[in-house]
């Protein structure tokens, strides 16, 4: 939901194609999503269904990296102010990045990695970056509901698109996150990208390519992103030579729920979307579930039969979906 459901009225349909049923002070208190199953409300107009399969952070210091970028496949641009941006070179990178921002990056969304809000850094870039055209600002180390009521207020005058991402990184972060990612029905927060690297250093794990430490993070994670109509990222491979380690990540994130991936290096855009684009096999079968229902015969019933095997609404919306994301990545093809 994230911004998109704020000032609803009872009863309208939201841009999300959730449905407002209740509300509480000017807020939705409850959105009902399932009758806009059949309308296909949901496929066609829900924006967690904008195809985020790669977004490819780079350091905001590095103009040649900046200029690439805008020749590469990625659906996501990550600005990156934070680790990637050494101390000295700060208030540069945050300077190369607005300017960036200005100039654009042909249609594909962008978000800007803020510096951390316990850092000197942090409140001017959030500031700086309120006052730009970015799709979103990506906040680290969110640990509490407090950190995101605080980027809330510092973003209080940026356009009211601008959308709050927030890494999943800390420790704390991954034990309260049904509450962080319940904040996104009152605030702009509208996306969860995991941050491995910071994790791992945190709970002094060994970050290996299985990931094994880190799993039942990364579905708890995805488990709260659904839960409150986030979309998620999945973490970054730092092995950016090897592609066949890259494949499997990328194949376990998929695996996992997870919308696309974070990616560092131009040589993991073309696998990772080719990982997180709905297969020919998979769009032909969400096809013949879509005719399935809407075969006059089976209108009304909630259970049908498609080559042998049981299909449900619930599948009818995962078809809906998949087509969506399917024409979307199609309209976005570059
Ligand atoms: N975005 C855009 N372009 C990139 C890029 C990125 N993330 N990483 C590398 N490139 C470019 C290089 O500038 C180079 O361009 P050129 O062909 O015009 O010379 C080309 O891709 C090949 O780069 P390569 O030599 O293989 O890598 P490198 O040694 O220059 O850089 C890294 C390796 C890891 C330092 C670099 O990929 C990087 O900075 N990645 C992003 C790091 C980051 O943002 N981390 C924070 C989030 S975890
Ligand atoms: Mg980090």
Not at 111 to 140: F, K
Request: aromatic share 4%.
């Amino acid at each position: 939901m994230g911004f998109m459901a704020r000032a609803s009225r009872i009863g309208e349909v939201l841009s999300s194609g959730d449905i407002a049923l209740s509300s509480l002070d000017g807020q939705v208190a409850l959105t009902l999503r399932a009758m806009a199953y059949r309308t296909g409300a949901v496929a066609d107009m829900n924006p967690i269904d904008r195809p985020r399969r790669s977004a490819l952070y780079l350091p905001a210091s590095n103009a040649k990296a900046i200029a690439k970028a805008r020749t590469l496949p990625a659906d996501v641009i990550i600005l990156d102010l934070e680790d990637s941006v050494a101390p000295e070179a700060k208030v540069e990178a945050r300077e190369a990045a607005l300017e960036a921002v200005r100039e654009g990056f042909g249609g594909r969304e962008v978000a800007v990695r803020a510096n951390g809000l316990d850092t000197p850094w942090g409140a001017d870039d959030l500031l700086a970056i309120a006052g730009s055209s970015a799709d979103a600002v990506l906040v680290p180390k969110v640990s509490s509901i407090e950190d995101i009521r605080h980027c809330e207020a510092a973003l209080s005058a940026a356009p009211p698109q601008m959308q709050l991402w927030a890494m999943v990184e800390t420790c704390a972060c991954i034990l309260r996150i049904d509450a962080i990612a319940a904040m996104s029905a009152t605030t702009r927060l509208s996306l969860f990208a995991m941050g491995v690297n910071d994790l791992a250093k945190e709970m002094r794990a060994r970050l290996t390519p299985e990931r094994t430490p880190f799993l039942p993070f990364l579905s708890i994670a995805v488990a709260a992103a659904r839960t409150h109509g986030l979309a998620i990222l999945d973490g970054v491979c730092n092995e950016f030579q090897d592609a066949a380690v890259f494949r499997d990540e990328a194949q376990q994130g998929l695996l996992f729920g997870f919308d696309g991936k974070t990616v560092i290096h131009p040589a993991q855009i073309d696998p990772c979307n080719a990982v997180f684009s709905p297969s020919a096999d998979a769009l032909q079968a969400a096809h013949a579930i879509i005719a399935a229902f809407d075969m006059p015969e089976n209108a009304g019933k909630g259970a049908v039969r498609v080559d042998g095997k049981m299909v449900e609404l619930l599948h009818l919306e995962q078809a809906r979906r998949l087509v969506a994301v399917a024409q979307r990545i199609a309209e976005t093809a570059r």
